[in-house]
């Protein structure tokens, strides 16, 4: 398989889909804006975004796929079929459960979710109305992951990254419709219905194993894979489980600090999901059969450092763009709308510009989970994931206690908390790593690129135009390049070449 070709296919979808979400968002900020109400979805909504990042976004994928391709490599497609057709039932049974249960016990919910919102009966009772109407939609967001899971194993990527896409315009369609935080999360709803329909549709296109439901019986082998699964969803899903932790704590915040967080962390998904993502996603299958093989030439010729300092020398000068530009995209994002003013512009682009340190983190932590689990090493995932949630409280409460809490301080905590996430990836698979000389030059270029940015615009990163932001950008982009190619990070012949075939 070809890496490279995978991973710009897989990106320019994902690009797309993300032009397109941040059209969703700029439709979102007009027509609805930042408010209290915006707070009590974005907190209902917390469950489903839990659950999409575990079942829609990579973690049940990278937890079962290395055993689909094992079974599927072995010829054992019956067995296949009940492994799969298991886990469907498990996951079917117990999201129901959860949405049951969240649904009889709203209340309590939302007062673990958003403590700060049970002493504001108004916030409560909007945010319970939202959850009644969001949460169904977990269920089909696992169910969907199950078909997802089965035709990626096949390394069938294209089609089925282009649901996206269409849940994108749908909600579009019902914010324009609606005008409404309440038709936002009757959208949502309806995409989640549009994502099971696709993805099946997707897994019969593809001629894949098809999982039924069957009954929930669980044999020895089956508790043995659980054992390894569930740690698996966990550490994948951290970066969902961090963002409870900073909800929690910004609900005691004032008004609007948990959409503040809220909207930085999609807008920093974006280039996490392009890159981080979308790498992980094809390195699961490849790296998966390579470790299925038992012959040590096909291990060794995996080299983790190379994938990694691609993923760094694009995710990079991103990071340094959102930290220069946040108040340009922010208010470019916001334009036109009367229902965002400069201060809520100026405090979500001092956010963003935190956040935007996430960026290259977020990347480095997807691609190696997918490492992890592609070798079964399911016991890295669980413990990065207890170091960061720790690690995450541990500062908020610190701060707590010296009073100097903030909802910059919530996003300090968060990116503080995934250091500790990557570098437990580090630590645990520093034998996959070599050449750090490669990725020290790789960091100079980024710094360079970082010092010259700042010269110009140091005292006025809160400031400017689109044209100025093209303009700075691109020279720093232009001083990054030349570095690379000056440490021979990036060779002229291979650029030349790439245009020229």
């Not at 897989?10 to 408010?35: A, E, H, K, M, Q």
């Amino acid at each position: 398989m070809n890496i490279k070709k995978s991973f710009f296919t897989i990106s320019f979808i994902t690009f797309f889909t993300r032009v397109l979400g941040g059209i969703r968002d700029i439709v979102s900020i007009n027509y609805i804006g930042i408010s209290s109400d915006t707070d009590s979805f974005l907190v209902a909504r917390r469950l489903q975004s839990l659950f999409v990042r575990i079942f829609g976004e990579g973690a049940m994928q990278n937890a079962i796929t290395p055993y689909i391709i094992d079974y599927e490599k072995h010829g054992k497609l019956n067995a296949c079929k009940r492994f799969v057709s298991r886990i469907l039932t498990v996951v079917l049974l117990v999201t129901f459960a959860i949405a049951v249960l969240v649904n009889v016990y709203s209340y309590e919910f939302i007062a673990f979710v958003a403590p700060g919102f049970k002493c504001n009966s108004e916030y409560i009772s909007k945010t319970i109305r939202y959850l009644h109407v969001i949460n169904p939609s977990i269920v089909l967001v696992a169910v969907s992951s199950i078909y997802f899971c089965v035709t990626s194993a096949r390394q069938k990527f294209t089609l089925i990254s282009l649901y996206g896409m269409i849940s994108n315009i749908v909600l579009m369609f019902f914010i324009m419709i609606g005008r409404c935080t309440f038709a936002l999360a009757i959208g949502h709803l309806i995409v989640c219905f549009i994502q099971y329909a696709y993805c099946y549709s997707c897994a019969r296109y593809y001629g894949c194993t098809m999982p039924t439901v069957v009954m929930p019986t669980v044999s020895m082998y089956m508790r043995r894979m659980l054992k390894k699964i569930l740690p698996s969803i966990i550490g994948t899903s951290i970066i969902q489980f961090d963002v409870f932790v900073s909800t929690i704590f910004a609900s005691y915040l004032p008004e609007k600090s948990i959409t503040y967080v809220g909207y930085c962390d999609q807008i920093v998904q974006v280039p996490i999901s392009m890159i981080g993502t979308a790498l992980a996603t094809i390195l699961l299958p490849h790296v998966a059969a390579i470790y299925t093989s038992s012959s040590y030439e096909d291990k060794s010729k995996f080299d983790a450092t190379s994938v990694l300092n691609f993923a760094l020398i694009l995710s990079l000068p991103i990071m340094i763009m959102f930290c220069f530009f946040s108040y340009t995209i922010i208010e470019f994002i916001g334009s036109g709308s009367g229902k965002i003013t400069h201060d809520d512009i100026l405090k979500t682009a001092q956010i963003l510009s935190i956040a935007s340190i996430m960026i290259p983190l977020g990347v480095v932590s997807k691609i190696m989970a997918s490492i992890s689990l592609a070798q079964k090493k399911t016991f890295i995932p669980m413990i990065a994931s207890i170091l960061t949630v720790i690690s995450n409280i541990s500062v908020c409460l610190w701060c707590i206690k010296y009073d100097i809490f903030s909802v910059y301080v919530s996003m300090i905590a968060f990116v503080v908390s995934m250091v500790f996430n990557v570098g437990t990836y580090l630590y645990f698979q520093r034998k996959l790593l070599s050449g750090f000389m490669s990725t020290f030059r790789i960091l100079i270029s980024a710094f360079v690129m970082f010092f010259v940015m700042w010269l110009f615009l140091w005292d006025k990163m809160w400031t400017g135009s689109i044209v100025r932001a093209i303009l700075f950008g691109s020279l720093g982009l232009i001083v990054y390049l030349c570095c690379l190619i000056a440490t021979g990070d990036i060779k002229i012949n291979n650029i030349v070449k790439y245009f020229t075939k």
